[in-house]
Nanobody
Framework: VQLQASGGGLVQPGGSLRLSCAASGLAFNTYTLSWFRQAPGKEREFVATTRATRATYYSDSVKGRFTISRDDAKDTVYLQMDSLAPDDTAVYSC??????????????????WGQGTQVTVSS
């Protein structure tokens, strides 16, 4: 199984980025796909998830600014990030697993992880 994240970069405050995570080697449409992020000196933080049912959940810190989506035909999950702020600076990683709905934010419940992509928000 491989998860390949891409799309990170340097963006000014208020700008947008779209991250992609392409999966291979798993029954993609049966998995919950999530994005987590980790800033220097901080713990890994849940960002957003899309379940096999297409239900989506977001952390309070990104709700209304980020949108997660999935294309099961392409085995790819996306994270559209708008109105980016310096506090969004982190390494963003995608993960695949089958946690119950109430536990989607627990990184220990995910089986597979991508390598991470750096997002830097700075003027």
């Amino acid at each position: 199984v491989q998860l390949q994240a891409s799309g990170g970069g340097l963006v000014q405050p208020g700008g947008s980025l779209r991250l992609s995570c392409a999966a291979s080697g798993l029954a993609f449409n049966t998995y919950t796909l999530s994005w987590f992020r980790q800033a220097p000196g901080k713990e890994r933080e849940f960002v957003a998830t899309t379940r096999a049912t297409r239900a989506t959940y977001y952390s309070d810190s990104v709700k209304g600014r980020f949108t997660i989506s999935r294309d099961d035909a392409k085995d790819t999950v996306y994270l559209q990030m708008d109105s980016l702020a310096p506090d969004d600076t982190a390494v963003y990683s995608c993960a695949a697993g089958k946690p119950i709905a109430s536990a989607v934010g627990n990184p220990s419940l995910y089986y597979y992880w991508g390598q991470g992509t750096q997002v830097t928000v700075s003027s």
